[in-house]
Structure formats: structure tokens, C-alpha cells
């Protein structure tokens, strides 16, 4: 079965300052890859998706993450954090099994923006 | 403008209660799905259903029920035999096949 592991359950950084994400898989096949970012009380909403091709995917906000299949890691960056980025951030792996096409989720990572 | 809504906000359950709380779309989704939210958990899956009159349970259907009689709507009963209710739900939809889940915005349940 496919897992997601977050290795970092909180992060802190300083607003301008450079961001990266750590996003590790496991899944026996090719992997579909997806970061979401939920604010405070809301749902979740998605910043990128990789399914093939390009293992460098721009998404919205500004955010990028780059695939590496052989680390396993689908790490998210953003070159100039903004207070506004502070919020949960999820990375999710998609599988197909006997259900259909199910999305697998890690255990998120709090970003804190520092003034 | 199409979305996924669900309701209420805010629910507040007396122990030994069942409460059922609300998710509608007008995506025309096939496929619907509950998460719980724990801190520091994730998402775990729930319940979730490819198409209508049919659902499968997830990793933590225990004490949870759901049904899909009509192709916008996916309510979720929390009963009585769950333990710990007390979580922040999430619905969401895809297309048939898809892997891009739209999010409802929550439903945070409290038991008091």
C-alpha cells in the first residue's frame, strides 16, 4: 500500500526567506503527486500535481516542487515566503487499487511566518 | 459558480447522540469522500463512494455510517459507537478516475 510521510510536523520561517517542504513516498508503481494547502478552519485546496513528463511542476502562489524518483521525494519550495503562506500544508499520493483512483495523504506540515 | 458545501460550520453532540452532518456538490462528481482530521494526523479516510447507491468504507469507518441516494449528496452519520468524535471533517469530490479532490471547507464536531 502507498504511504506519505511529512518528516517535518512544524516549520518555521522568515517572511522573504526561501521555503522547502519535505515530502517522501512510498508506492511500487509510478506515482501521481500532489501538494494541498489548507488555511486555519478551512478545506483543503490544491497548489500542484505531477502525473508524468517534467519532474519540475509549477503550481499556484508561486510554489514549485521538484520530483526525484530516486530519493522517493516530492519536495515543495517557494523562493520568497509571504505572510500569507502561512497555513497547513499536505502532500498526497495517488494510487489506483480495487475502489478506483484514491489519494493518500501525509500527516501535514504547520508553516509559521515570522515578520 | 460549481462547488462542494458542507454543513453546518460548527456542531456541538451530546455523548450518546448520533448527528448527521451535511455534504453537497454541483460539480456533477461521481466519486464523493469523508476525511477526519486529527492534529497532527492528517486526513484519514472514512467512508467514501464511486458512484450512486454504492460506498465502501475506509481506514477508520467504525462508528460512522453514510449513504448516496442522489449523485450531489453525501451525508455522514456520526453515531453514538464512535468513541471520539470530536475531529474536524472534511468532504470532497472527484470526477470518476480522477485524483483532483475538491474540498468542502469542514465541519468541525464537538462533543460536549
Known amino acids: 500500500a502507498q504511504s506519505v510521510t511529512q518528516p517535518d510536523i512544524h516549520i518555521t520561517v522568515s517572511e522573504g526567506a526561501s521555503l522547502e517542504l519535505r515530502c517522501n513516498y512510498s508506492y511500487g508503481a509510478t506515482p501521481y503527486l500532489f501538494w494541498y494547502v489548507q488555511s486555519p478552519g478551512q478545506g483543503l ?65 504547520r508553516l509559521m511566518v515570522k515578520p | 459558480d460549481g462547488g462542494i458545501t458542507q454543513s453546518p460550520k460548527y456542531l456541538f453532540r451530546k455523548e450518546g447522540q448520533n448527528v448527521t452532518l451535511s455534504c453537497e456538490q454541483n460539480l456533477n462528481h461521481d466519486a464523493m469522500y469523508w476525511y477526519r482530521q486529527d492534529p497532527g494526523q492528517g486526513l484519514r479516510l472514512i467512508y467514501y463512494s464511486q458512484i450512486v ?46 485524483y483532483g479532490y475538491t474540498f468542502g471547507s469542514g465541519t468541525r464536531l464537538t462533543v460536549v
Open chain 1, 45 to 109: 485546496q490544491l497548489l500542484l500535481k505531477y502525473f508524468s513528463g517534467d519532474t519540475l511542476v509549477q503550481g499556484i502562489k508561486g510554489f514549485e516542487a521538484e520530483f526525484k524518483r530516486s530519493q522517493s521525494s516530492f519536495n515543495l519550495r517557494k523562493p520568497s515566503v509571504h505572510w500569507s503562506d502561512a497555513a497547513e500544508y499536505f502532500c498526497a499520493v495517488g494510487a489506483n487499487n480495487n475502489a478506483g483512483n484514491m489519494l493518500t495523504f501525509g500527516g501535514g506540515t
Open chain 2, 53 to 98: 447507491n454504492d460506498f465502501q468504507k475506509g481506514d477508520i469507518a467504525e462508528g460512522y455510517s453514510v449513504s448516496r441516494e442522489k449523485k450531489e449528496s453525501f451525508p455522514l452519520t456520526v453515531t453514538s459507537a464512535q468513541k471520539n468524535p470530536t475531529a474536524f471533517y472534511l468532504c470532497a469530490s472527484s470526477i470518476a478516475g480522477g
